[in-house]
C-alpha cells in the first residue's frame, strides 16, 4: 500500500505541464501469490490531489462513473455528499 501515491503520481506534479480537465488512469498491483489489486485514479488538471479507488474487481466504467460522481461534488464544495456517498 505504500507505493499506491507513486502509482497515483508517477510524475512531478509541481512540474507536470497543464494537460486535459480530467486524466483517468488504471494501474494493477500484484502481490506474491499473483492476486490483482487493481487502482482506479481521477486526477483534475491544477490540483494537487488524486482520486483513488483500490479493488479486486475490474469494474473499469462502475468505479470511474464513481470517480467522476465524487469528482464533481467536490468541485461544487459538496463536500460532505461525497462522504456520505462513499460510506453507504
Known amino acids: 500500500m505504500q507505493m ?3 502509482f497515483c503520481f508517477p510524475f512531478d ?4 505541464p497543464p494537460s486535459p480537465a480530467v486524466q483517468h488512469f488504471t494501474f494493477a498491483l500484484t502481490d506474491l501469490a499473483g492476486n490483482r489489486r487493481f487502482g482506479f ?3 483534475r488538471a ?3 490531489s488524486c482520486l483513488c479507488i ?3 474487481l475490474p469494474w473499469f466504467e462502475v ?3 464513481l470517480l467522476n460522481t465524487v469528482g464533481d461534488l ?3 464544495g459538496q463536500v460532505t455528499e461525497a462522504e456520505e456517498l462513499l460510506q453507504n
Open 74 to 76: 467536490l468541485a461544487q
Open 4 to 6: 499506491v501515491p507513486k
Open 41 to 43: 485514479c481521477r486526477l
Open 46 to 48: 491544477g490540483t494537487q
Open 13 to 16: 506534479v509541481e512540474r507536470e
Open 63 to 65: 468505479f470511474y462513473k
Open 54 to 56: 483500490l479493488s479486486h
